[in-house]
């Protein structure tokens, strides 16, 4: 099992750019599939981006391609999400979880960040 413990929430204007973290323990194997998801107010939860513990590709949801960026620092047992171009849609809480990467359900879940974008 992964513990997963997400920070780095807060307030921003939009236009802005903000960085939340993942910090992780317990297990963790070269295999799994590091990810973030975010839920806003009355919406379900939706994937924003994902990336191999170590490294290679990534994947993002259309709705932050060229916006965000996902990278991890193994070294530090980190996993972070970089987010430019803030847009008010993007206000959610944060969330970090992680699977082995041939599964479909991600199984460890962190309880989340909540990140507000101001128009």
């Known amino acids: 099992q992964v513990q997963l413990v997400e920070s780095g929430g807060g307030l921003v204007q939009a236009g802005d750019s903000l960085r939340v973290s993942c910090a992780a323990s317990g297990r963790i194997l070269s295999n799994y599939r590091m990810g973030w998801f975010r839920q806003a107010p009355g919406k379900e939860r939706e994937f924003v981006a994902s990336i191999y513990w170590s490294g290679g590709s990534t994947y993002y949801a259309d709705s932050v391609k060229g916006r965000f960026t996902i990278f991890r620092d193994n070294a530090k047992n980190m996993v972070y999400l970089q987010m430019n171009s803030r847009k008010p849609e993007d206000t959610a809480v944060y969330h970090c979880?992680?699977?082995?990467?041939?599964?479909?359900?991600?199984?460890?879940w962190g309880q989340g960040t909540q990140v507000i974008v101001s128009s």
């Open positions: 979880a992680a699977k082995v990467a041939d599964t479909i359900k991600y199984d460890d």
